[in-house]
């Protein structure tokens, strides 16, 4: 199952910036547009826990 596209379009970083997410569906993954952190998805669910999201390269 992949995630809903109504979901994607109200996810965004639980940092204080607030950005959106760019789901990678093969990778199963969701990053910030904002800050380039890497959130997991897990059995189709979003970990959007920054002490979970792996850093990333800044802006996607």
Do not use: N, W
Request: charged share 25%.
């Amino acid at each position: 199952m992949a995630l809903d596209p109504h979901l994607l379009d109200i996810l965004a970083c639980p940092d204080t910036h607030h950005a959106p997410l760019e789901y990678d569906a093969a990778g199963q993954t969701l990053t910030c547009t904002e800050c380039g952190r890497v959130f997991e998805v897990r059995d189709d669910i979003p970990v959007l826990l920054l002490d979970e999201a792996r850093p990333g390269s800044g802006p996607a």
